[in-house]
């Protein structure tokens, strides 16, 4: 059977618990021959007011690493010293399951949404901001040796890439179940699966690139948007017409680049973003001196009744009942895989 293995922290940074993550993070997505570690800078930041906490569940796959990674807020930073082998430096791909992340690569951006994925050169330095937490399946890949490939993956690379359709889906589908299936599978077959996972992934990157030039504008302006959104989600007075003037576009434009959005429209997406925040506050035993009031207040709602109205419109339950019943509690997760949930970049 192909190996597996977990690695778990709760609690407060200390340097020991640091370390501890850090190793986790070499060994389950960095993949970092163990004379090479001293090479790899890793730097944890949690978000909040809340203990960091995280686990990665990790496993080989004939050379291809595959991990579920579950964390709380936080941000991450890693990068290679000066004179690190670029032979041995791979290449993950991260697939978003749950809440959303934003990422960055030398000049590249992007946010990534539920069902969203995209490809990370481990050689270059990148960042990492999971504001509301995360839950990701990260695929590590060796290096190709082939030219093509090469080419395919620095045009490809840390570029947001949609896996709703197309060889992007089914690779989700294969990456899951091959992760769920790990620890029950014969050596003989590591290989094959191996093998058809990564030339899958280079079959979605490349469908990705080829995309019509006005579905990728639509969807990089989409993401910007959300980007924007997020940094200024508790500002009360954050409509339409303020996100086309701080994005300089046109209020047209702006309900364009959501016109396939899941949410429907700007609009809906603004308020159930702002809903998941107070979900998220309504649960987090470090917010129960709050009122619902104050916690509706400070996320952008002007009124506790206009608060309680769309709560339960989204989430079918009331604010009041939602903090009080256990029975509620997965609801925000299960409602995470819809909602898109960006995290807070750095204002631009």
Not at 67 to 72: D, E, G, L, V
Not at 96 to 102: D, E, G, L, P, T
Not at 177 to 184: D, Y
């Amino acid at each position: 059977m192909m190996s597996r293995s977990m690695a778990s922290l709760d609690g407060c940074i200390s340097a020991s618990s640091a370390l501890m993550w850090e190793d986790a993070v070499h060994t389950g997505i960095g993949r970092m021959p163990a004379e090479l570690r001293h090479q790899e800078v890793i730097h944890l930041l949690p978000v909040g007011a809340q203990a960091f906490s995280g686990r990665i569940d990790y496993g080989d796959l004939a050379g291809t690493g595959l991990c579920r990674m579950t964390a709380s807020p936080h941000r991450f930073q890693r990068a290679l010293r000066e004179g690190a082998s670029l032979a041995a430096s791979p290449l993950i791909l991260v697939i978003q399951v749950k809440n959303s992340s934003y990422f960055e690569q030398r000049e590249r951006s992007g946010m990534l949404s539920p069902g969203d994925w995209c490809v990370l050169d481990t050689y270059r330095p990148f960042g990492w901001n999971s504001a509301s937490g995360c839950e990701q399946i990260i695929m590590t890949i060796q290096r190709p040796a082939d030219s093509g490939l090469g080419d395919l993956i620095a045009r490809g690379a840390a570029q947001r890439c949609d896996g709703k359709t197309g060889a992007a889906r089914i690779l989700q589908a294969m990456v899951s179940e091959v992760m769920g299936q790990i620890h029950h599978l014969a050596p003989y077959s590591a290989g094959s699966l191996a093998s058809a996972l990564t030339a899958t992934a280079w079959n979605a990157l490349q469908e990705q690139l080829e995309a019509p030039a006005p579905i990728l504008l639509r969807d990089t302006q989409c993401s910007r948007l959300k980007a924007w959104i997020e940094t200024r989600l508790a500002e009360p007075d954050l409509s339409v017409d303020t996100i086309a003037q701080g994005c300089r576009m046109s209020a047209r434009s702006v309900h364009r680049a959501f016109s396939s959005d899941p949410t429907g429209s700007v609009s809906s997406y603004l308020w159930q973003r702002r809903v998941v925040q107070c979900a998220a506050a309504l649960k987090n035993p470090q917010e129960m001196h709050r009122s619902i009031t104050d916690i509706a207040l400070s996320w952008g709602f002007s009124s506790s009744s206009h608060f309680s109205r769309v709560f339960r419109s989204t989430l079918g339950v009331s604010p009041r009942s939602y903090r009080a019943g256990g029975q509620h509690a997965d609801w925000l997760a299960a409602w995470s895989g819809v909602v898109p949930e960006p995290d807070r970049p750095k204002a631009s």
